[in-house]
């Protein structure tokens, strides 16, 4: 076979090399341009429910803001809640308050907060739907109570969890 | 038509630096003629004006001592189209087969001229082939091939220089395309043609449209004596008849005549007893006007146009050149086709490119700037909405514990609850039941099995088996009886 001949075939071959990675080229970019073009309408769908649906979204979020307590540190945040918790259970009509805190894992910003109490039923109905509306950081996950004799206040014990939200440097609650 | 002689080379080679290569790179075409002991390179001129553009002699040509002398740079950097050899370097031969099929016919054919040309090996790799109609039955296998070893030694050296020819003929092959389109009957019986030059005649012979052979004869100096020419004429071609009713088993049945001495015509006929058609030389593109009449001897018959290195008439091809011959068009096409494809798939990739618009992309992170990313936002959204339901799905222990209280009936007293409100929510109760008998029993423990079923609507109600019963060791000195009770309320 000749140079000329050889260098026909080559050139037959590139410019087929060149048809076939031209066409593969302009599949995966017809690709990419559709899978832009997908994107955008769900973003433009996502858009228009955002602002259509703007205040339910703020008012979700603001609710679910609430169930973190924000802290500058867990040691703060417990000795608020302590504190709140001693001020509502007087406020309720309790005296012999103990509160316990137990932090078993910072990672996960929750802690587990033991109270107890003694008094009367209604006290403790009292208590615990104000730690429902004033402190919905808090969850109760457990609770005892033992009536005694009717020579004995009733004795409850309370264990709650607490969920806390380490704040950012600068930001203020 | 520009004139160049041998001795005007440089004006030649000016004209060659002005062909330009084809679209996909070919070379210009010349064609080469091989007469009188010299070979010319000949531009053909179908599109660009002929011209000789050099003359060089055969003996020098093949002498391995020397190199290309006289070879023009401008001639060995063209394609050679066509190289026209005497016809004596040709042999031929007829044969009946009866397959058509290309690999039988060629195997058939190259056994054959081992067998009988075994002194020219090379005769496998240079054949030509063509069948024709013998009668309305038979056909016959036309085979022609170089027969002389100086033609071996002509293909190898121009294969050498770079001037392999893609085509070799010689005369009598263009005469038979020739008389074939100018006479309907020349395919049928004998046919001879006379072609009377002054100082020579060149007879053909041709049997059923075929090249036989043919024969040159040198006229004797009869210092214008038609007579006697007449009668060396009317002897040469009588013998040539008779050869060839020998060869062809039959007789020639039509003679034509070229020659611009038209004062023989009558007394050839007279003569020969037979009438000759009288042929008239190709005026167009003629080769007189590139070669004189000497140089040109056989060839003086034909024009360029009957030369035309695009074939039409009977040639060989060295057969590894014809493979890249019939292989040529298919690249050709495929460049063209690819090109053409080519392009057409740019143009879509310039579309694609251009389709979206420039601010496609810039009006959605415009967008997204504007509100935020809603992808973001809804992923927050969705978490928060998630823990907002759990907690407002979660129990409220202050209406457990008023439930259970208000649950309790008069004559029952709580005594202790646990409750659960995370891994199985439910409420553990201890109670004590006075009563002065099982039926008083069993009415206030009912009531409080039915209102806390009422209130907490379990998803299985409480039954009263699934109270544990026992008498309460507390109220031993009390002179009621009193009964503690003990269950699991699921929620």
Redesign the interface.
Known sequence: ??D??K???L??GL??L??VL??F??FA??DR?NA??LQ?E???M??R???ANKDP?EA??R??AL?THSVDSPGMGLMTLENKIDLISKDCGFSNVVVEDKIEDTESQDAEISLYLSGS?TD??RL??KL?SEM?YT?????????GTSATTPQFQLIMKYRYALTEPGTEE | MVLFSTGRFSEAITEAKYRKPDM??GKSTLITLLESESLYFILPGAKIPAGLLNKINLDGFLDPNLDTSGLLPETRRMENGLLVIPDYWLGNSSVAFQSRKKPLVESFIERKLRAEHSDFREAEEYYGYKFYKESERSHKLYVFFPQDPLAYSLFHKLSAVGLAPLRITSPAYLWQEKLSDLYEDFPQGGKCLIHLETSACHLYLFYLGQFLFSRKIILSRTDGDVLETVNQLNYEINQSFYLFSQKSKTGVDGLYLLSEQIELLTPLQESLGRDLTPLEKSETRDLSNLLNQEELGTLSGFSLGNMSPKGGYLSLTHK?LKN?LE??PV?HS??AV??F??LL??G??FF??I??GPD??DA?AG??RA??N??Q??Q??A???D??TE?RL?P???KW??DL?ASVPDEV??????????SEPGIMVEAVIPAPGPKHFKKYLSEFVQNLNQRFKPPEPLMEKDVAISPDEASSEITEKQYRVKFRISL
């Open positions: 076979m000749s000329r001949v260098k026909k075939w050139a037959v410019i087929w060149g048809v031209t066409t080229y302009n970019e017809v341009i832009l073009r955008k769900i973003l433009g996502d858009a429910f955002v602002t979204i979700v979020t609710e679910k169930l039923l403790l109905v615990l739907m429902q919905p969850s109760l996950k457990h609770m005892e109570f033992d009536m | 996909l790179g590894p890249e292989w040529k690249q495929g460049i690819g090109i494809l080519l798939l740019l879509e990739l694609i490119k389709y979206p496609f992309f959605s967008k997204l509100i935020g809603p992808k936002v809804l927050e959204y978490e928060a909405l823990a907002v907690n979660r409220s222990p202050a514990t008023f209280a007293v709580l005594k202790k609850a646990t409750f659960e409100t995370e």
